[in-house]
């Protein structure tokens, strides 16, 4: 009963967020329905645990003595949020309230080089965000790691398959350089679409996120809560076939989504295929995703062309999630929401053509007000979260 209480509190101050007024305990006393002394109590656990703060407020006008302002802190316990891309290492640090305090993303190839080396890499990477973070006042609790492949139910710490790093049935605690900081992977797509619910200022209580890098992935978030599947390989949209016998896929099937629009695919098919991936472990001279929309903005027909292929095939892929899941809406992510200026008419024209066993507006469908950054900072967001579920988990400081 006591931690169900702290996360009550605790939440109470975080929901209060500017402009309103800073709220004292006995404002949170009559918000969450807790005598003025248990309150009193919990507040001073949460302040011993480094998760609230307490400060001396100015008079308002109000009769009595001026309470003391509550605040979740903005220094103390953060979560961290690492991310291993086919192209790319990414690093983030969030603080109790979830504010993005640290950024860093190192442009690296990824895929084919062994895992221990890369995992070496991101090790480094989390090293120097926490260094970033101590010297903000913040200490991490909690490390999660961002990976493109199935993470399945069970035993934490495995990645059953990352075809597009060339991982199979991997244990990152084997391949993790220090045993004192072995974050906790989870897929991409999963996370993008968790940090999608908890930042978006009117984030849909179901809706289907998808995003590519290399590969396609999805994530279906079903009335506020992550669907993982029975075995938690739910999401694998890039692997649905839009032509059954098409091209050949990495995975073994045929005509993949991925195969029509994934980045490689629309690299090929806009005649940029030569920015693509380089020697394993360099630094990428290009961004696809900045090449193709900056060709597109200038009217290169081969890549508007590319583009609005990628997008009838990806509708065609979404329709069957549309007629299956219901959702309110569709979110696209990572490098589908810097290029969903050329990709949404074409997306909404395949779904305008399908979706006929029920109403559906074209505004359903939206990029995502994170992009690229959304599975760091969901990553980061994750630790943030179970302590807001969990005060406990927090040491007495």
Request: proline residues 8%; glycine residues 12%.
């Given at each position: 009963?006591?931690r ?6 605790l939440g109470?101050?975080?929901?209060n967020?500017p402009p309103?007024?800073?709220?004292s ?5 009559g ?6 002394a248990?309150?009193s109590?919990?507040?001073d656990?949460l302040i ?5 703060t307490?400060?001396?407020?100015a008079?308002?006008?109000r ?7 509550l605040?979740v802190?903005d220094?103390?316990p953060?979560?961290?949020?690492l991310?291993?891309g086919?192209s790319?290492l ?7 309230r979830?504010e993005?305090r640290?950024w860093r993303?190192v ?12 995992l070496?890499?991101?090790?480094e ?6 260094t970033e973070a101590r010297?903000?006042?913040l200490h991490?609790e909690?490390?999660v790691l961002a990976?493109?492949g199935?993470?399945p139910?069970?035993p ?7 075809p ?8 990152v ?11 906790e992977?989870?897929n991409e797509a999963?996370l993008?679409?968790?940090a999608?619910y ?5 984030a849909?209580?179901t809706?289907?996120?998808?995003s590519?890098d290399?590969?396609i992935?999805a994530?279906l978030v ?6 993982r599947?029975?075995r ?5 949209l890039g692997?649905v076939?839009?032509?059954?016998a098409g091209l050949?896929?990495?995975?073994g099937?045929?005509g ?5 629009a994934?980045q490689a ?7 940029l295929a030569?920015?693509g991936p380089?020697v ?9 995703a ?9 009217g290169?027909?081969p ?6 292929r990628?997008g009838r095939?990806?509708g065609l892929?979404?329709t069957?999630?549309?007629d299956?899941?219901?959702p309110d809406?569709?979110?696209l992510g ?8 050329w990709?949404?008419p074409?997306?909404r024209?395949?779904l305008?053509?399908r979706v006929t066993?029920?109403?559906w507006?074209p ?6 007000v994170?992009g ?5 900072l969901g990553?980061a ?6 302590i807001m579920a969990d005060?406990t988990l927090l040491?007495?400081?």
């Amino acid at each position: 009963m006591r931690r169900r209480n702290l996360s009550v509190v605790l939440g109470a101050v975080a929901g209060n967020a500017p402009p309103a007024r800073p709220l004292s305990r006995a404002d949170v006393a009559g918000r969450v329905g807790l005598t003025r002394a248990a309150v009193s109590s919990l507040v001073d656990e949460l302040i011993g645990r480094g998760a609230l703060t307490e400060a001396e407020t100015a008079p308002d006008g109000r009769v009595g003595r001026p309470g003391r302002a509550l605040a979740v802190s903005d220094q103390g316990p953060a979560g961290l949020g690492l991310e291993v891309g086919v192209s790319h290492l990414g690093a983030c640090v969030a603080d109790l309230r979830g504010e993005p305090r640290v950024w860093r993303r190192v442009e690296r190839t990824n895929s084919g080089r062994p895992p221990a080396q890369v995992l070496a890499e991101v090790a480094e990477l989390a090293a120097e965000a926490e260094t970033e973070a101590r010297a903000l006042g913040l200490h991490v609790e909690g490390r999660v790691l961002a990976v493109p492949g199935v993470v399945p139910n069970g035993p934490a710490g495995r990645v059953e398959r990352a075809p597009n790093l060339g991982w199979c049935a991997l244990d990152v605690a084997a391949h993790w350089p220090d045993p004192g900081t072995v974050p906790e992977p989870e897929n991409e797509a999963n996370l993008g679409a968790l940090a999608e619910y908890w930042n978006a200022e009117r984030a849909a209580a179901t809706f289907v996120h998808v995003s590519v890098d290399a590969g396609i992935g999805a994530a279906l978030v079903i009335d506020g809560r992550l669907f993982r599947g029975a075995r938690g390989f739910a999401g694998e949209l890039g692997h649905v076939p839009v032509h059954p016998a098409g091209l050949p896929c990495a995975c073994g099937a045929r005509g993949c989504l991925e195969q029509y629009a994934g980045q490689a695919a629309v690299l090929r098919e806009a005649g940029l295929a030569q920015h693509g991936p380089a020697v394993p472990g360099a630094a990428e001279a290009d961004d696809p995703a900045a090449l193709l929309a900056e060709r597109a903005a200038a009217g290169h027909a081969p890549t508007l062309a590319a583009l609005d292929r990628a997008g009838r095939a990806l509708g065609l892929a979404l329709t069957s999630a549309v007629d299956l899941i219901d959702p309110d809406a569709l979110v696209l992510g990572g490098t589908y929401a810097e290029l969903a200026e050329w990709l949404l008419p074409s997306v909404r024209a395949e779904l305008a053509d399908r979706v006929t066993v029920r109403p559906w507006a074209p505004e359903a469908l939206r990029p995502s007000v994170l992009g690229r950054r959304g599975p760091v900072l969901g990553a980061a967001q994750t630790t943030v979260r179970r302590i807001m579920a969990d005060p406990t988990l927090l040491p007495v400081l």
